[in-house]
């Protein structure tokens, strides 16, 4: 009967491991990101498009602000990622983040506790190729909770689109 019963115990440990290994183990990740074009898929050269990026926040996360000043958490960035073909046409601009106190940088602190969305202008160069492209942007954070912060981490994201013809 030993036996029985740990051969029983092996086999538990065993299914176990095999279901967090699969990924039945909850994902910690509480921030997921999105980047699509507000306007058409298409565009012709020398315009400018807007890239809309949303990010989802899990309850009782967040992360800094794309504003925070210098001097405390690290603030979240969102950047054109790849100027092979496209160029930045101005800075992100997002929703006005939560302001408080933090006593642990003994400073007013930006924080997204929310979902928030991100708009990100793009510029097409007059000499840009006709047909399918890219745009590239990468998004940087520090996700926190009242507990810990992890790791900063970095997303980057595609959003198709076509450069039309002149």
Not at 52 to 80: C, H, K, M, N
Not at 133 to 145: F, G, H, K, L, P
Request: glycine letters at 6%; aromatic letters at 8%; hydrophobic letters at 45%.
């Amino acid at each position: 009967m030993p036996w029985s019963r740990c051969a029983r115990l092996v086999s538990l440990l065993a299914v176990g491991h095999a279901l967090s290994a699969t990924g039945c183990a909850r994902d910690t990740t509480p921030v997921i990101w999105a980047a699509t074009l507000e306007e058409a898929r298409s565009a012709v050269p020398g315009s400018t498009v807007r890239v809309r990026v949303d990010a989802e926040i899990d309850r009782g996360w967040y992360f800094y602000s794309v504003t925070q000043p210098a001097g405390g958490p690290i603030p979240a960035r969102i950047w054109l990622s790849d100027t092979s073909v496209f160029r930045p046409a101005g800075n992100v601009s997002g929703p006005a983040p939560v302001r408080s106190f933090d006593q642990t940088f003994k400073m007013v602190v930006e924080k997204y506790p929310k979902s928030p969305r991100f708009v990100l202008p793009v510029r097409i160069p007059d000499d840009a190729p006709a047909g399918a492209a890219e745009i590239r942007v990468t998004a940087m954070y520090q996700a926190c909770n009242d507990s810990i912060c992890l790791s900063p981490a970095t997303v980057t994201m595609s959003v198709p689109m076509i450069i039309a013809g002149n």
